[in-house]
């Protein structure tokens, strides 16, 4: 079997998952952790990040010791399979929105928070480095996705309607406002509360390993995302160069299409959307708008959606061509699918991917450019 230097971190990160048992799940009440600028010098030595796109091989390679990711369809190792991916809750406020880390996922989520804030999700194969956040609270809506792949989901605080759904769901997590805080989070003090708080691999590792996590998933997990063998272009008259999703004054990303790489670069705030540990620009393969019904739950603004047994519309978007899809869930099942316009499953293409959870009565604010 041919070795490949590039996946010998994976390897090592994957081996250190061997041989966790089941869930606990007992929360405590602890203090977090304080980041000490001077010792660390406010830029905390980062292991090397690897992306997986470089982890694709070329087609007339065999891929001999290696396997498919559930989440990106790109090729992994096999000491990979079957491991549990992570979902991280990332702040998405102005001052913090060139996050650490995040440009590692696979997935990333958008959604409302209150106020017209969003929030964002990324789903993990596996993350690197010594900086990743900043971390926030969750919401009941998050851990719902969280759990469609059966992930270990990482969050900092939460409100009162995700503690009732991640009891609901079972879900295995960790929380800074716990007594595993003090070991999976750090505050960095030249930063401004609540948007300080980090995480590690080895950090996550470790919580993993006091929480008892299970890291392999259960027998009947099913993916739900079919993949394209290789990059296949849409059949579509629509096309797409850019792509705005409107969530409200204070903030309104996009995505413009590269015709070169077929990439869609991604934008907020009036600046390119990077990850502050590679500085880098989020690019994704694929867009994902997923049109909810969605309304204010309380007085305090906190956001509801109608995601537990629903259906709805949305769109697929790739190498500049949209087509309308769409989607159905059962929460209890974890069974989540998009479904092209003559009702088949969804196929995409191999890579990265973003997906807005959208509300359906504005569908007009997802504003697309040809």
């Known amino acids: ?132 956040g900043s971390i926030r609270s969750a919401r009941h809506y998050f851990v719902s996705i969280a759990d469609e792949y059966d992930a270990i989901y990482v969050h900092f605080g939460r409100t009162k309607y995700a503690v009732a759904k991640m009891k609901e769901l079972g879900i295995n997590h960790m929380d800074g406002q716990d007594g595993i805080g003090t070991t999976v989070f750090y505050r960095d003090n030249s930063m401004s509360a609540p948007h300080n708080a980090f995480t590690s691999l080895d950090r996550i590792l470790e919580g993993i390993e006091k929480k008892d996590f299970v890291t392999v998933h259960e027998e009947n997990y099913e993916s739900h995302y079919s993949f394209y063998d290789k990059d296949t272009d849409l059949v579509s008259d629509t096309n797409v160069n850019k792509v705005t999703i409107d969530f409200s004054s204070y903030t309104a990303p996009y995505l413009e299409y590269n015709s070169v790489d077929k990439l869609y670069y991604r934008y907020q705030f009036g600046a390119p959307h990077v990850d502050s540990n590679t500085k880098e620009q989020l690019t994704f393969k694929n867009i994902i708008v997923q049109f909810v019904k969605e309304w204010n739950i309380d007085k305090n603004g906190y956001q509801t959606m109608d995601i537990e047994d629903a259906s709805g519309t949305g769109y697929y978007i790739t190498n500049g061509k949209m087509v309308p899809i769409t989607w159905k869930k059962k929460e209890q099942t974890r069974w989540m699918r998009y479904y092209n316009e003559a009702g088949e499953e969804l196929t995409i293409n191999p890579g990265k991917t973003y997906i807005t959870l959208f509300p359906n009565n504005r569908t007009e604010d997802v504003i697309i450019e040809n």
């Not at 606990?24 to 030595?45: A, H, L, R, S, W």
């Not at 470089?54 to 989440?71: A, F, L, M, R």
């Open 1 to 132: 079997m041919k070795k490949i230097t590039k996946y010998l971190l994976f390897i090592m990160i994957a081996l250190l998952f061997v041989g966790c048992g089941k869930g606990k799940n007992k929360d405590e009440n602890g203090v977090i952790n304080e980041y000490n600028p001077e010792q660390n010098q406010n830029t905390p030595t980062l292991q090397p990040t690897i992306s997986l796109e470089d982890t694709v091989i070329e087609p007339d390679e065999n891929h001999e010791g290696e396997i498919k990711s559930t989440i990106s369809g790109l090729w992994l190792p096999e000491a990979m399979e079957n491991k549990r991916p992570l979902a991280i809750q990332f702040s998405n406020f102005k001052t913090v929105s060139n996050q650490w880390g995040l440009g590692q996922a696979q997935i990333v989520y958008e959604a409302l928070v209150e106020g017209g804030i969003t929030r964002i999700l990324g789903i993990f194969d596996q993350v690197t480095g010594d900086r990743i």
